[in-house]
Structures are given as C-alpha cells and as structure tokens.
C-alpha cells in the first residue's frame, strides 16, 4: 500500500524546544569570537568600506540596552526605529531586543501620514532615529514630531543612533548633557540580563489592514531561533558565509537577513545604495563574495540586470514574499551556477515558520527545471513545519492528493497574533486551535519534562505551554503526489505583488470614498510584459462628474455614450482618474497604487449579482497608445537635452508612450510604471551618464521627467552638487482632519457678545438640518412648546421650503396646521459662506434669531473627512460667525459620539466605571481624538466642536450635545428605517438568526434627543467646554436589544458573531434579496463586536439642562429615557406595518403593539427619503 504523503497534522511539532532567544546566542557568539568580522558596509563613491567585529556590533547593542532599560523601557512594549540599511539598524535591532523590548521599524520613505498610523497602531514607548536615516530621507517630518508629542508618551528618544569608525556607539546630544548614550558607555561589556521567553514578543511587523489600517503582527521569541539549527544542516549554512543585507528594511524578511548570519556567526554584507541598481548588484556580490542572499522575485529582479560577472561563490538564495516563476529562476542559474534556490513559503503572521522547495544548481542537475511548471511549488514545510491542505467545506477533512483546499500552516512558530483587542477576534479566526488533535496531549507531556529540568528553564516564566495552533492563510492549494504543495489562488483578495501583501479591499475602501465614484473593483492582473500589476475598474457617477467637469472648465461633458471603446473612455474620464490616483496616494503607500484605472458604464454581473471579474476588460497596447494620443502635444521645444534622453529609456519600459509623448509632469507610477522597471532605469541612465551615480529610490524621489532629469543635471554640475532627492515632492498629503482646526479658528469672531436671559416662549430660533428625522422632531419639541422657529432648509423658494418640512413631518406623524403661525422657512445651502443664505434671509436670522440649533451635516460613514469638510464644519463656522451679528444669540450644536470612537476613549471609560465613576466626562477636552478618529463623519465633528469650544471660551453662550444612536417615537413607533440599528433588527430576520454580542448600546428615542437639543439651546452648560451628552438610561446589551426579536416571534436564535457572519455573507453571495445590512457589509462583516463597542458616558450636564428645562415644558426628564423591548416592539409594529419587516412566524412571549398609519402620513413617507442628512 503507497504511503500517504500528506504530513500527519496529529504528529508532535515540539512545542516546547526553545533554542533561547536570538541576543543571547548572538552575545555568546560574540564571546567565543570577539574579533570575527560580524557586518560589513561596502564601499561607495563617498564612502570607505566599514567593517565591526562581533565584540564591536554586542558591546554597541549592549549600551543601547542598557539606555532602554534605564529610562524604563520594560519588557514588551515597543521600541520604533526610524531605519536605514546598515550596522546601526543591526545596533538597534538587537538592542531593544537585549532590554526585553519588542522592535518595530519605520522607512523613512513612506508618506507622513503613512508614518503616523504605524505610531498609532504600535504605540511605542521609545524612539530610535538613526543618523543615517535623518541624512539621507531628511529628519522626521513635522506633522509625524506633532503627533509624537501630542500622542506619544516616549520614555525615551535616541535622536542620532550612529557606530562610529573605531566601534564606539553614540545616540546624539541631549540638551547640554552630552550624549544620550554616554552614561551607559562603561557597562558596553555586559547584557541587562532581562529574561525573556518563547512567548515573550520581540517583533512588531505589520500587514495591510481592509478599512486603511495596518495590523500589527506580535511575534514570538520561539521562531527566531528554532529552526536555525536544521537549516544549517540541511542547506549546508555556516559561519563561513556571507549573508547580503537586500531586504527592505520595513519588511519583515529583514529579519532573516539580520539574525541568520548573527545565530550562525557568520558575516552581513551590506551594499550601498548605488549598487541595489539594475546593472551594478550582480557585480557588488561577485565582488564581495555573497554566498547566501535572501531575496523576493522583484529584488531577484534586480540582481539578474546584468548576467556577467558570474557569482561563483553564491550557494543559496531564499525566495520569499511572492511568486517564484520558473524563467527566473534560470536566468539566476545562468548568473550563479552553484546557488541551489529555495522557494520560501511563508507570511507575516507565520513568523519564520515557512515551507520549502528547493532547485538544485545548474553544476549539480542542468535539466532539473525543465520538468517543472511555470511556477515554483510552495514545497513541504521546514523542521516541524507542516502546510494542510484543508476541505473548505469541511474543515475537519484534509484534502487528498490533487485536491484544492485552503492552506493551513501548523507550526510552533507561528506569531503571537494580531496586536490590539479589537483585533482580537481577527486573531482567533486566522489562529485556530488545531481540531486533528487534543492540545492537552502536547500540555501533559510538557508538564512531565518540566518536572524533570526542574529550575533549569527559567525562561518557562515567559511560556504558555504548548499550543497547537494553525494559521489560515487564505491561499488555495494542492498536494502533488511526492507531499509537495502548489497554490493555485487566494481564498480572499489579499495579494502579494514584488514582496508586498496588499489588501484589494484597502484599495476599495479609499477608492469608493471619492465623490464622483459609483462603482469601484481592484483585481491583479498581467500586463504585457507579464508583470503583475493593480488595475481599479470604476464606474463614474456621470451627473456629478459632469457637474465637476463643468466646474473645472473640462470640456466634453456630454458624449459619454453606453457602446465607448476602453480607449474612449480612457481618455474622456482622464481627469476624474488623476483625481482618483491623486486621493490614494494621500493614503496608500506606492506599492499600493493601482497601475491602470478604467474607467467603465458599468461592471459587468454574473447571474447571481456578483462582480463578474473575468468580464473586466485589459486594454490590449494599441488601446493604451489611443488613448495617449489625446494627451495634449508636448511641447518638446522646452524639453533639456537631459529630458529628451530620458524621456528614451522611459519610453522603452512604458509602452504606451513614445519618447514624444510622455508628458514631462506626471509621474512615472501614473503612467504605468511598476517597481521592477523603476530600479531597472537608474542602470540605463548610467549608461548613458557613466558619471552619475543614481539609486533605486530616485524615481519615488523624483517621479516626474522633468524633475529626474533635474537631478541628473545636478549631479553633471561641475561645481560637485550631489544627488540629494530633494527636489519638489509629490502632492501634499491629504490635510489631516486636527490640522485644520488652527487655521479654522482664525476665522472665528474674537469675541461673542452676551446672550440676554428670556423666556422660552418669547424665543426665535433657527435651526439647521430641520427635514432630517432628528431636526422634524427638534422642530416639533420647539414649536409644541411656545417658541418660533425661522427653518434652513436646501430649496428652490421659501415655499418649497416650508413644502418640505410639512411633509417631512407629515411622514412623522407630527405636523400640525397650527404651527403655521409660529414657522418661517428660509433656503439655502450648508456648504455655501453664510450657510448660502443672503438678502432678507440672512437678515432676519441677524436680526430676529435669540438662539441657533446647528443640526445640519452630511451623516456618510464612508466619505472622508475632505469630502465632508464644507457641509459639516465650514456651515459651523458659518453659523458661529452668525452669533456675533445683529442680536446676541445662544448656540446649540449637535454633535456625535463619533467624535469619540477610538480606543482612548475606550480606555477612559473602562477605567472611570472600574473606580465607580459613571464614563467619559462630559468636561472631557477631546485631546483624546486629536488623531485616531476612524470615519470622516467623526472626525468633522470633532473639528467642529473644537471650533464651538473656542467660541465659547470668546465669551458666546454655548452648548454641545453629543448625541449617540437616536431611535424611533416611542409613541407612534415612527423609525428611521436607514438606522443601523433597525436594520440590524431586520438582517437577522433575513438570516433566521443573531450574532452574540454583548457590547451595550446607546441608543435613546428621538423625542428625548430633541428635548434634550431645545433644553441645552435655552439652558446651555456654564461650565467649559459646555458638553452635554445623549445617554441611554439604562443601557441595554446588543444582546438584549436583538432578542426582543425572539420574544415577539421571530425565529432567531442567538449563534456566535462568526457564524452569524458566514450566515450574512452566504446571504449576500446567493443574492436572490438584497440584505437589509448591504450598506454597512464591510462593517457588518468585518469586526462587529469591535466596531460596536462604545464608551459609557457621564451625564450631569444633560441632567441639568433637562431640570433647568422643566419651567418651559412641565416636565422634569433629568432621569434620562432609554430604548426598552417594548419600546423595540412599538418600533417593529411601524416597520411592519411600512413593509420594511415581514411578520413573525409564530406568536412570542410578547405581543406586538398595534400601530396604524394614516393615508396622508402613508402618502408623505413616500415623499421622504431615510435619515434625510442635509437640508
């Protein structure tokens, strides 16, 4: 009988064989070899060749060990290096790992904002700069130091981290005090001592997140030495060897390149920057006699630009990051015919856990590749390493031989998880318990050799125990029939292109946020050249578009027919594209970037609904060059001689373009450069310009024709101008949502005069937002109660004004005929100065207003912060600047608590219920959401508070209230049938089932709101900053809120989040209704218990202004209101009875109430949209 070679996922992976950690065996390498050559610089044009010993590399990390360790730094919490490729990111990096801290790395070279969400998500404790990083990128940018000061709590900064020529480590000056590191000089000699252990985290890397946010990746002590040892024995590695420094140094393969050759006490070769050229890197390793490289294909790339001189000494390049083609693979034969190559599989989150195929060198079998496919299997996995091929339908099943499944890697090695608790069901999905087998087999036999070594493990302080786990990779795969693996795809749209693992749906989500687009799909296709590359497909919303064009005196306008040729449309959506790449580069790094966007009428359907992504077209190269032929003429007349002849070797790696054609000012990425050609062409213009010396960044430093071939003139400058990369940068960042409030706040009046005391019912108030659900019923609060109201509202005339708020509250079940007397509508427009309001309007606002209630904004979860600026915080400026004029005024603004939805306030509130407090105060300043805020929509009214809080403190009598979930009329059950939260109610029901959450909701009726928003107009908080906050009392669970279903009937029974999920997902896919969630599905989808907790809030102030308020109303509701089940049933009466919900199938525990709609209001829901947002 034939042996199944399929691993056996029941087989012991010895969980518990720490090697140690990788300092330690580092320092002991340095002890018994103090003076054998440990990392190596290479000579440049500027520079001498730098070599440091073992002795010199372990007593440099030993002192900044000792600095991180004596400024408090404890074990586990991150250290982020500002890097650059050399010996001092090798210092730092063991280090922070000798203090028992975890080291993460930023590039210098990717955006501000980019940088920004790293600090963010790592939350470091200490800083390292390193000096070279600061010359050569430029020091830290601005906005990055602000948000470290505001932000960070460093411990400590080492701002110039630098191993000078004779070994002595310096780390800059501090103040008056010498250098930072000068008080630890005399311990260089000795380690901290800090213990650490297989589970303790020593690396913080970071892979693409689908909402725009990075995931940090915890990796564990365990994998960075475990499976040295074996590959020493098996790929014949030595500390003979000299490893290449290649890798990014952001990227987590840097990792291999660093600790392989400091574990095994073998060399690092690090080459400069001029020779990671196309036509240069295949001489400095020949030179330098490179034996072991690790490599992704696009750096492979690079090494292969030359074929001559042959690389003799190389023995053995790893592949890892992408795919590894055959064609490659022989063209590195042909370079370095003794190097066996192994194609590494692997990901962040697998840590050095990876599989293995390995090619024998062209001296040891010439034919071997050609019995191979095109592309290179992921092999079998390395020493207690194994890849499962798992049935995706039946997960308990592995797959049998030839069979497609889902790639599961089970190892001891794997990562940690997923850094943060809102991740931490994200970990639990990707980190699954091994199912084949009981872990408390691996636990017992753990516990019996514990017993035996007794105390001579002291690093088992740091240990969980065996863990079985597997991580699912999300690759589709087979087992050939020698137990080898193949991947044949991905099982979701994470891709890896050139070494990076990029999100599809990162893409999707930023690019769906533009305005003008309706329709958007990210997919990875082969150019012409085979090169894999992004292309976004997007569908133009032509009305708005249209309107644009005609704003930015585009013309052609109007010939968009349904039958236009790709090449058509490319060039008449030409403009919108620029505009779509222009907005991602403000939030994607470039690797990132779609290459082409195509522009489409619409996306082609399968017959269930979905994105028929093989539809899509490729625009094949005859379509591209049409395309570009529309371009306006270039004016080659003022083109230097320096452009003409880069504009030739431009031209041979983008073919769509002649030399003539290339437009001077686009960048290369915009016109279709990809990252393989970028570092091919400082080659080709050494060719031509022997004398300058150009590196592989200097196209992302200087994208542009005309601004590369600036630099190139720079460097032929007689006077001996080097190439520095400083000339004119891309665009701006996008503006950072806290940036914009000083600006803002120089608009504001410098002083507010006095509001004078007076009756309720002698009041006129104007209120923004009055057609919205919220704003119909602030109105009604307003006008049931004695006050006059003058209504902003977006329309043609006065009457259609006053139109349209009768019939919004019509819809409501609200209106009535007396109000006539008491309401005056005026139009205008929110994002207009002066809320678009002139003449007679304004004047009667200036003149006769005694309050203002700001309740008008755009309410998007998806639009950015740009998109939102103008409706939502310039019309609070608007209406601020109209308090100072014509009659002193009160000011009412409505805000959200979207403007606290980030982790701090998380953690504020945690932390006040645990000492007995009641939430976040409402005296809060905010601080807390200066960075952080994760939709537009929260992030406009954070701006816009800071703007009233300032106004406030200029002498204006102001209120904020913060209002959280606002439900429907517990009277009349009248909902907003666009709230989440009753859609909620709904996909449920689709799905015959609800997800276990127990976050608690704030969610209050939309009565209680409005009186609320009134009582803080007539009475607003004396105290600074004047908050009053919306809060459910009590609040009740998702938990309890969903099960009100259960009771009234309905067939849905409680199942964990991820089934519920599936369940969702499995609806959507089938496609025969559209789910009542579709809106939210990346939200619903995603992380819901995450992305639903909220903070628990104090209330005095609301109490207050609700007593206060008693005099005009009759009624004392200072105890707050609160959603109840059978206030839950009420509101599922009304959606029934609107068609939005069918019935239950069976009777419940309760009864629903009888609701009824009238035909006029039945007639004027017709009439009205959902939230209603602006008006």
């Known amino acids: 009988m034939a042996t199944d070679p399929r691993p056996d996922p ?153 191993l000078k020529d004779d070994g002595k480590i310096v780390g800059g000056q501090v103040h008056a005090r010498g250098d930072c590191l000068e008080l630890q000089q005399n311990r260089a000699g000795t380690l901290p001592g800090v213990l650490v252990g297989p589970d303790s985290t020593p690396t913080l890397s970071f892979t693409s997140g689908s909402e725009g946010r990075p995931k940090g990746v915890k990796g564990r002590h365990f994998s960075l030495t475990y499976y040295f040892p074996w ?316 309107t644009w064009q005609q704003e930015q005196k585009q013309a052609g306008t109007d010939d968009v027919a349904d039958d236009l040729g790709i090449s058509e449309r490319l060039k008449i959506f030409r403009t919108l594209t620029e505009d779509a790449r222009e907005r991602l580069k403000k939030k994607l790094p470039v690797y990132a970037i779609p290459t082409l966007f195509i522009p489409m009428i619409r996306l082609p359907l399968t017959p269930n609904g979905k994105v028929d992504k093989r539809a899509l077209p490729f625009p094949g190269k005859t379509e591209l060059m049409a395309a570009n032929a529309a371009l306006p003429p270039q004016d080659l007349s003022k083109r230097t001689e320096t452009e003409s002849q880069l504009a030739e070797v431009w031209a041979h790696y983008l073919k769509s373009y002649t030399p003539d054609t290339i437009p001077s000012d686009v960048p290369f990425f915009d016109l279709g450069g990809n990252s393989i050609a970028a570092v091919q062409i400082p080659g080709q213009i050494r060719k031509r310009y022997p004398d300058v010396t150009i590196p592989i960044s200097a196209i992302s430093k200087n994208p542009t024709l005309t601004q590369l071939a600036a630099d190139i003139d720079r460097s032929l400058d007689p006077v001996g101008l080097r190439f520095d990369g400083d000339a004119t940068a891309l665009a701006d960042q996008e503006e950072f949502y806290s940036n914009t409030v000083p600006e803002l706040l120089e608009k504001l009046p410098a002083t507010f005069p006095a509001a004078e005391k007076k009756d309720p019912k002698q009041q006129t108030v104007f209120v923004t937002g009055a057609t919205g659900f919220l704003g119909a019923f602030i109105l009604h609060d307003l006008l049931s109660n004695g006050s006059k109201v003058i209504a902003h509202v977006r329309a043609k005339t006065s009457q259609d004004a006053l139109e349209r708020v009768k019939q919004t509250c019509l819809a409501y079940g609200i209106w009535s005929d007396s109000w006539s007397q008491s309401l005056l509508c005026v139009t205008g427009d929110l994002e207009q100065e002066s809320l678009g309001m002139t003449g007679g309007d304004l004047e009667k606002v200036v003149s006769e207003a005694d309050s203002i209630i700001h309740n008008g904004a755009i309410v998007h979860w998806i639009k950015p912060f740009a998109s939102l600026k103008a409706a939502n915080v310039l019309s609070t400026l608007s209406a601020l600047q109209l308090c100072a004029k014509g009659k002193p005024k009160k000011f009412a603004f409505v805000s959200s608590t979207s403007a606290l939805d980030n ?207 008693e005099a005009r109303t009759g009624q004392d509701l200072s105890g707050g209101s609160a959603v109840t089940v059978e206030k839950v049933g009420i509101y599922m009466s009304y959606l029934i009875v609107r068609g939005f919900m069918p019935k239950p199938s069976r009777e419940g525990h309760l009864s629903l109430p009888k609701v009824a709609l009238s035909a006029e209001q039945v007639k004027a829901l017709e009439k009205v949209g959902g939230r209603g947002g602006s008006s």
């Open 903 to 1109: 982790d701090h306030f998380i953690q504020v509130s945690e932390k006040s219920v645990s000492t007995g407090g009641t939430g976040v105060s409402e005296a809060d300043d905010m601080e807390g959401s200066r960075q952080g805020l994760a939709t537009g929509y929260g992030q406009s009214k954070w701006v816009s508070e800071q703007l009233v809080f300032e106004a406030k403190r200029r002498g204006l009598t102001a209120g904020v209230i913060r209002a959280g979930y606002v439900l429907g009329d517990p009277k009349t059950g009248t909902t907003n049938t666009d709230d989440f939260l009753l859609r909620m109610l709904k996909g449920c029901i689709q799905v015959s089932s609800r997800p276990d959450i127990t976050n608690t909701i704030n969610m209050v009726p939309v009565d209680h709101v409005a009186r609320l928003v009134a009582a803080t107009a007539f009475n607003p908080p004396s105290t600074k900053p004047g908050v009053v906050h919306v809060t459910s009392h009590p609040r009740i669970t998702f938990n309890d809120y969903l099960s009100s279903l259960q009771q009234y009937g309905y067939d849905v029974p409680e199942v964990p989040y991820k089934q519920w999920r599936d369940a969702v997902e499995a609806f959507v896919e089938k496609g025969e209704e559209e789910h009542a969630l579709l809106g939210l599905y990346h939200m619903v989808t995603g992380d819901l218990p995450a992305n639903t907790k909220a903070p628990e809030l104090d209330d005095r102030n609301a109490a207050a202004v609700l007593k206060a308020d």
């Open 10 to 162: 029941t087989s012991d992976l010895h969980w518990s064989d720490f090697k140690g950690p990788i300092h330690e065996i580092f320092a002991g390498n340095a002890e018994k070899h103090p003076d054998r050559p440990c990392v190596v610089e290479t000579a440049s044009s500027t520079t001498p060749k730098r070599t440091f010993t073992y002795k010199d590399i372990n007593e440099a990390s030993n002192v900044v060990a000792h600095h991180l360790v004596q400024s408090g730094i404890q074990r586990g919490e991150v250290v982020m290096v500002y890097a650059h490729r050399g010996v001092d990111l090798v210092v730092a990096v063991m280090g922070v790992l000798k203090a028992g801290a975890t080291f993460s790395v930023i590039d210098p070279q990717y955006p501000a904002d980019r940088q920004i969400i790293y600090l963010d998500v790592a939350k470091p404790k200490a800083l390292v700069v390193i000096e070279k990083a600061s010359q050569d990128a430029g020091p830290i940018a601005p906005t990055v130091r602000e948000y470290i000061a505001d932000n960070l709590k460093l411990r400590t900064e080492i701002s110039g981290l630098m």
């Open 231 to 546: 590959m020493a024995k098996r790929f014949g590695l030595s500390e003979k060897d000299k490893f290449s420094m290649l890798s990014g140094i952001a990227h987590d393969p840097i990792q291999r390149d660093i600790f392989t050759p400091l574990f095994l006490g073998a060399q690092l070769i690090v080459p400069p920057a001029e020779d990671i050229t196309f036509d240069r890197l295949a001489k400095w390793a020949s030179d330098n006699e490179i034996s072991v490289t690790h490599l992704t294909p696009a750096m492979g790339q690079i090494l292969l630009g030359s074929l001559e001189p042959k690389v003799t000494s190389l023995h053995s390049a790893f592949f890892v990051g992408d795919i590894l083609l055959k064609r490659d693979c022989r063209r590195l034969q042909e370079l370095a015919p003794n190097v066996r190559i192994k194609n590494m599989y692997g990901t962040t989150e697998t840590q050095r856990a990876v599989s293995y195929y390995e090619i024998p060198s062209k001296a040891e079998n010439a034919g071997f590749l050609d019995k191979m496919g095109d592309v290179i299997p992921a092999g079998k996995g390395m020493i207690d390493v194994q890849l499962l091929v798992v049935d995706r339908n039946d997960r308990t099943r592995q797959c049998h031989v030839g069979e497609i499944g889902e790639i599961y890697v089970r190892a001891g090695g794997l990562a940690e998880g997923y850094l943060g608790p809102e991740l931490k069901d994200l970990t639990n999905t990707k980190f699954v318990q091994n199912w084949f087998v009981d872990n408390q087999k691996w636990a017992d036999l753990d516990a019996q050799a514990a017993e035996k070594v007794g105390n001579e493990q002291p690093w088992r302080e740091f240990y969980r125990g065996p863990r079985d786990r597997m991580y699912r990779s999300g690759d589709l795969g087979r087992y050939t029939s020698d137990g080898n693996v193949e991947c044949t795809g991905r099982a979701d749209d994470q891709v890896k292109i050139r070494g990076f693992r990029i999100e599809l749906g990162e893409i999707d989500t930023h690019l769906s946020q533009h305005p003008l687009i309706r329709e958007n799909v990210t997919l990875v296709k082969r150019d012409h050249e085979e090169e894999q590359i992004l292309v976004s497909y997007y569908v133009p919303d032509i009305k708005k578009w249209q």
